[in-house]
């Protein structure tokens, strides 16, 4: 939980910031029968970057990354849009889209597990071909529907609720259920810590790598769907961009190392939402929203430094705690 | 490398063949006009890739350098003083780069993420529209032609860029400098076990990495005759992309330069091939891009795989 500690008090912080310039920032109201207020937007435009997140942080904890969760989310969005445009109907959209998220990312990881390709590289491929394999479903056209169905899954209400914060809800439950009660978390840490030992201990490394990925891109597909959905629309171009940064920004912020080995699904929610609540104050707050991108790389230099024992030597006269040191040490004999 | 150069010949011959005009010297010349930024950056990205390290702020630095050439052309500084402090500013941010990944152990992509993040923002603080340049210098730089035989012509900007390439091939291949740039791509670890300079190394390159992009910005403000905070957007792509093409190996310690510049090349021919396709849509310039980079990296990969 000590690490948790960081990510929570940056929150509360940023928080407590709002609470000061915002009048009535913390009020939750029901009008309609739905919940208003600007705690819930924040949930609720931070729901697909918090699925994104979680996705990516499964991936990160085998020791990879993945690059190509944005044109995942443009993909997905441009196929389903286009399916919904051609009157199929809601479910066939989406199953049809989501089996071609679960497709590439299954690419993604054959490349990297199958074919032992730089985990960067072999997603730097979908990423790039990705968007024009987007803009080619979209015929680089923008295309909007018209389906209350398909609303509903970025931005109708069920229950009171957002139907997107539910659906991140019920993801967030299932992967912690997997990762957590079952031996699925430690099997996927064991792989990102030491791929060989795990190997030798007797674990599939290979299927666990290309689950992650597929899990991954699952993700990406289902945020894909919300931002399409939310604003009833796709498009090739701008959909999901710049969303892999965010997502992997989210993970390390969540305390999950990027040399993989430990993951942390409460952090990197905590760390996705840090960052969504950043933008809210800073538009709350009247700093230009140009900034954005400035406080981004104030936050990521932070965290990453606090993170580096080499940092913490140096600053804190602290020498760095033995159990991660050891760790690091054994990874560079494998390596070497 | 062979197979870029096999590739870019293959591409040129096939396209002399299915269309009119395009067989000329001035289309190789036109790829060297269109991408001379590009090939500066490359450039600077291979130095960081050969040393198993990798640079995403590059396109952020190209796009700042462009803006601020372009604002501080707008407060009447003179054109050389702004130049000056374009490179400066490119040395500072990477050398300050270089220097959080070497000292905290911080991984090269985060770190260079940050840099990204900041070097878009400062564009964006600087301004949101996109601001002309109006500076005979610069205008001069832009719309200058220089003639050579046979109705063959070049614009400044591809000197510059043909002098940075045989610059850093000289420094690359032929200086205590760049062996140690192989070397600490090869392994880190053995480098410093015989005395090399690995600190000072790994910080070079990514300042040689920043004063490229700077410079690559400068040559894109000459091309575009204007600063944008939107300048560049995913030319780290491109770039790495180029490198990739061109045979460098992305876990370090084996490349060449020319790759780097046959990869350019060859990234710049498939957006001549697609606009002299005519009815093929620009997307499909990422989808082949894509395709080439899979293609190239199981090259790699059966390579490095009989070599061991």
Redesign the interface.
């Known amino acids: 939980m000590r690490r948790l500690l960081w990510p929570l008090l940056a929150l509360a912080a940023l928080l407590l910031l709002n609470v000061a310039f915002t009048d009535g920032f913390l009020s939750i109201q029901i009008k309609d029968g739905h919940l208003y207020g600007s705690l819930i937007d924040i949930l609720r435009f931070g729901a697909p970057l918090i699925l994104v997140s979680l996705g990516m942080t499964l991936v990160i904890a085998t020791g990879g990354i993945d690059l190509s969760v944005g044109s995942v989310v443009a993909i997905s969005g441009a196929l389903a849009c286009l399916q919904i445009s051609e009157d199929a109907s809601v479910f066939t959209a989406v199953a049809l889209a989501l089996g071609l998220c679960l497709a590439l990312g299954a690419w993604n990881g054959f490349l990297v597990a199958g074919i032992g390709i730089q985990p960067i590289i072999a997603t730097l491929i979908l990423m790039v071909a990705g968007r024009g394999l987007a803009q080619l479903i979209t015929d680089g056209q923008i295309i909007t529907v018209n389906s209350p169905a398909y609303k509903l899954i970025g931005g109708g209400y069920w229950l009171t609720l957002p139907f997107g914060i539910l659906v991140v809800a019920a993801i967030w439950a299932v992967t912690a259920f997997l990762t957590r009660r079952l031996a699925l978390g430690l099997v996927i840490e064991a792989v990102g810590g030491n791929p060989v030992a795990s190997r030798l201990a007797g674990i599939d490394a290979r299927r666990v790598t290309v689950m992650a990925y597929t899990a991954c891109a699952l993700c990406a597909g289902i945020a894909g769907l919300m931002i399409s959905s939310n604003v009833s629309s796709a498009d090739g171009n701008n959909a999901g961009l710049w969303i892999e940064l965010d997502a992997i920004l989210a993970v390390v912020i969540g305390g999950t190392s990027l040399t993989g080995g430990r993951f942390s699904l409460t952090g990197t929610v905590l760390g996705a939402l840090i960052i969504q609540t950043l933008t809210t104050t800073i538009y709350s707050i009247g700093v230009p929203p140009e900034t954005t991108l400035l406080f981004k790389a104030l936050v990521v230099t932070t965290v990453c430094l606090l993170q580096s024992p080499a940092f913490r030597a140096k600053v804190f006269h602290r020498r760095p705690r033995p159990a991660p040191k050891a760790a690091a040490e054994e990874k560079v004999k494998v390596t070497a | 490398m062979l197979v870029t150069a096999g590739l870019f010949a293959a591409m040129f011959v096939a396209g002399g063949v299915r269309y009119e005009g395009f067989a000329t010297g001035q289309i190789v010349l036109n790829v060297f006009i269109d991408n001379g930024f590009l090939l500066v950056v490359a450039v600077g990205l291979t130095f960081v890739i050969l040393t198993g390290g990798?640079d995403l702020s590059v396109g952020a630095v190209v796009a700042l350098s462009t803006m601020v050439s372009a604002s501080l052309l707008q407060a009447g500084w003179p054109w050389w003083a702004v130049i000056a402090l374009v490179l400066a500013m490119g040395v500072v941010l990477g050398g300050g780069m270089g220097a959080?990944i070497h000292?905290?152990?911080?991984?090269p992509?985060?770190?260079t993420?940050?840099?990204?993040?900041?070097a878009?923002?400062?564009c964006?603080?600087i301004g949101?529209d996109s601001i002309p340049i109006t500076d005979p210098a610069f205008t001069a730089f832009a719309q200058t032609r220089i003639d050579l035989f046979a109705d063959l012509w070049i614009s400044p900007s591809v000197l510059i860029a043909v002098a940075v390439v045989l610059v850093a091939a000289y420094v690359l291949h032929y200086t205590r400098f760049g062996r140690a740039v192989y070397a600490t791509g090869g392994?880190e670890?053995s480098a410093l076990l015989m005395g090399l300079p690995v600190a000072r190394t790994k910080i070079t390159v990514y300042t040689v990495s920043g004063l490229c992009s700077a410079l690559g910005g400068v040559l894109l403000a000459f091309y575009m005759l204007s600063g944008y905070g939107l300048h560049a957007v995913g030319m780290e792509?491109d770039a790495?992309?180029a490198v990739?093409i061109g045979g460098t190996l992305?876990?370090g310690g084996s490349g060449y330069l020319l790759g780097t510049v046959l990869g350019v090349l060859v990234l710049g021919l498939i957006q001549t091939v697609i606009s002299f396709e005519g009815t093929l849509?620009s997307?499909?310039?990422?989808?082949f891009?894509?395709?080439l980079?899979?293609v190239f990296?199981?090259l790699q990969?059966l390579m490095s795989r009989r070599g061991a």
Do not use: D, N
């Not at chain 2, 000292?103 to 991984?107: H, P």
């Open positions: 990798i959080i000292f905290f152990g911080i991984q992509f985060i770190v993420l940050a840099g990204m993040f900041l878009r923002g400062l964006y603080t949101t392994s670890q792509l790495i992309a990739v992305l876990t849509s997307w499909w310039t990422k989808i891009i894509g395709a980079l899979l990296i199981l990969r």
